[in-house]
């Protein structure tokens, strides 16, 4: 099972470009490092950076690859050198830089969370890109407080679907939240208080709070960066955590489109911070969890209490088979879906 | 005594230059209002922003005016509105818009803080200004906790004296700071960890501390903005409060060194924000207290707390007769200064 050579069932992106780029074929696995742990893997989650690199947004990831920036699963073998993992542990994997979406996964430690007792692989396949990502932009970048208020662009996918919940658990909020009027009752029910549409959100929102907001997440990167500033309170916080208008449904990337929207985001200056009392943030989960492994973990154990104590609660919208993984990330592209998307992988061996 | 027309001792510039603008004489006081309260002024604080008017830098302060953003003193009769002040009290006032240099003073409620008994008028006056600006660095922008660590530039001087204290209060924090080699023992004194020249600081900073700082304070609005943002930590936090690198000695302000300044001073990208994971911030305390009143009373019943607990101890540089005024703002012009520079206002009347 572990020989040299060994091939796993896997999502392969055989070049950049539309669904067709994707392929679910046998793929050679990495032997096992001293640091490394291997994973039968039981789920996925799909995510936005998975049409990135499909798309060729990503240029540093050469195909073919394979896809995946997050799984979930048992441990089935570790490396000489881990000490805090053993065979039979639950685990937690994230890596940005994708080879995740395969029946087994050989994969560095440090990548690795081991679940607590009772948590359901659904529901933490669910945690690393999504509550991750809303963790930092409410809790640490936010500093967000009872009594304060937010404003979550796509507060139905995802990160804003998480970052809902870690608001609430501030008490007392208010949270203001972009998404299509189909999905306002699914984002009320999970605590947005001002379900808004993408078209004239900012005018709704200072009906309700004239003075703005003191959180902004912001997935767009695009010339929205720039309205989103004028919504901020002095003090206010904004953070910028995506490029999501950037990726269109089953193409391949569109390089003028990327320019386009680079050109609009207007730079930010420092007296224009200093005369609006505005903080500014840029928010990479990936590179993050590179600089500062130690700071991610941190961050997952407490997610982990918050999870125990039925404060966060991720929502799945649809789980796929594995061959399905195409109508999977359709789903997303399209901007169906309502929370989490994930892959089901099922194997005969394990 | 507040007969319509009545004129009382005042700092009046009489036009954009060097100190030869500063006059000492009478000026007429406004009448109270409604909402005002009337001060007879013992201490006012002498601040980097009476420089930059002085220069002419704001341009939208003409002159002839009254300089002075701080003082303090007891309370000799209150507008018809005022609920919370009343005669005999003990206040201390700021207006970033100036007017204070008087031995009586007419302003705003709103614009005026009770002391606490048994605070000292000299202690109190170091505080808008400094305390309060480095205040929201330190912990509200900044969210500094234990473990952390913060670079302050000019350290020596007043708000860099208010955030040491300030960092410290947070507990086992490691504190970097420049300022000239002659006072770097009175800075470790007051809990600079490594005091640094301005000559090499990003060299040495790196040299304890290679991953940099989770929190800068910045207030030179120059080419070091971008130098500094290289020593922040992933999710580190710049917060730029000031262009003292603008205020030269003696002279008139410098169009060429502020455009020179500003242009030196690179945007920031939203693209570079989300690759370095940084969180950019700039704070002007005078337009924040005009937009949101109740945040600076809030902050500021915290640093009275800060003062009784004996967590914050303003430090006092030296108090100049009210005759001395271009003395004491030489002072800080050539950066003399370590701590609070004060003026004394002393009248028989009172």
């Known amino acids: 099972m572990m020989s040299a050579g060994e091939e796993v069932r896997s999502v392969v992106l055989t070049g950049y470009g539309g669904y067709e780029c994707l392929k679910v074929k046998p793929w050679p696995i990495q032997a096992l490092g001293a640091g490394d742990v291997r994973v039968a893997v039981a789920i996925c989650g799909v995510n936005f950076s998975d049409l990135y690199t499909r798309q060729g947004m990503l240029r540093e990831l050469q195909p073919p ?16 050198a881990v000490a805090h993992i053993k065979v039979g542990d639950h685990v937690l994997c994230y890596k940005f830089t994708g ?16 679940l607590p007792p009772g948590m359901s692989y659904e529901d933490s396949a669910a945690l690393p890109a999504n509550y991750l990502t809303a963790y930092f932009c409410v809790h640490d970048i936010g500093h967000m407080r009872a009594g304060q208020s937010i404003f979550i662009s796509s507060c139905a996918g995802g ?23 189909e999905k306002h009752d699914a984002v009320r ?26 959180i902004i997440i912001d997935n767009m990167a695009s010339s ?30 569109g390089w003028w489109s990327f320019l386009r929207l680079w050109w609009s985001t207007k730079n930010v200056s420092a007296r224009d911070l200093i005369m609006q009392n505005r903080v500014v943030a840029g928010l990479h989960l990936g ?3 590179e600089r500062q492994p130690n700071t991610i973990q ?53």
Request: glycine fraction near 8%.
């Open 159 to 181: 990160v804003g679907w998480a970052a809902t919940q870690l608001a609430c658990s501030a008490g007392d909020v208010t949270i203001f939240g972009t998404c299509s009027p």
């Open 287 to 289: 590179l993050l969890m």
């Open 99 to 114: 080879g995740l979406y395969r029946d087994h996964v050989v994969v560095a430690a440090s990548h690795c969370f081991v």
């Open 224 to 253: 929205a960066f720039t309205i989103n500033q004028r919504l901020l309170k002095p003090l206010g916080r904004i953070v910028v955590i995506g490029a999501n208008s950037m990726v269109t449904d089953s193409q391949k990337f």
């Open 65 to 80: 690859l394979v896809l995946g920036t997050e799984c979930v699963g048992e441990v089935t073998a570790v490396g000489a």
């Open 189 to 214: 029910e999970n605590g947005v208080t001002h379900p808004l549409t993408y078209d004239g959100y900012e005018q709704e929102l200072l009906k309700h709070s004239p003075d703005g907001v003191d």
């Open 298 to 350: 941190s961050a997952m154990s407490h997610l982990f209490q918050l999870y125990e104590q039925g404060k966060i609660k991720p929502h799945i919208d649809s789980i796929w088979p594995f061959d399905k993984v195409v109508e999977a990330m359709r789903l997303l592209a399209e901007r169906k879906n309502v929370g989490k998307v994930l892959l089901r992988v099922e194997t005969a061996d394990k």
